[in-house]
């Protein structure tokens, strides 16, 4: 389960802008999780739980925003909502994909007061 080191990442990554910024109490962050990045955003969920535990940051809450996994077919060059299941495009059936978005995590905001 990789989420765990993301959110290590994630968490220092927020303290380095909480510092940077001078932000005494970060309420939220969001975050973007794209459907081809390969990232379970229930798992991310309870990690953040878990890392945040004994920090200043165990009241911020994580949001998480899905990003759809959009893909183009190399085959007839339609573009499209991924399938995870078939992974194929839906147009001609290839299976040569070339995704586009949603293969990203990226750190959308962070809410201080
Ligand atoms: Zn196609």
New binding site residues.
């Given amino acids: 389960m990789h989420e765990l080191g993301l959110c290590d990442a994630l968490l220092r990554m927020v303290k380095d802008i909480s510092v940077k910024e001078e932000l005494t109490q970060v309420e939220k962050i969001t975050l973007e999780i794209g459907e081809l990045s390969g990232v379970v955003p229930a798992y991310m969920s309870d990690c953040w739980t878990a890392v945040v535990d004994g920090t200043p940051f165990q009241n911020t809450a994580l949001v998480i925003e899905s990003v759809p996994g959009v893909a183009r ?1 190399l ?2 060059e ?1 573009e499209f909502r991924i399938d995870l299941k078939s992974m194929r ?1 839906p ?2 059936q ?1 299976d040569k994909l070339m995704p586009i978005s949603g293969q990203d995590m990226t750190l959308k905001e962070i809410e201080a007061c």
């Fill in positions: 077919c085959d007839c339609e495009c147009f001609c290839s």
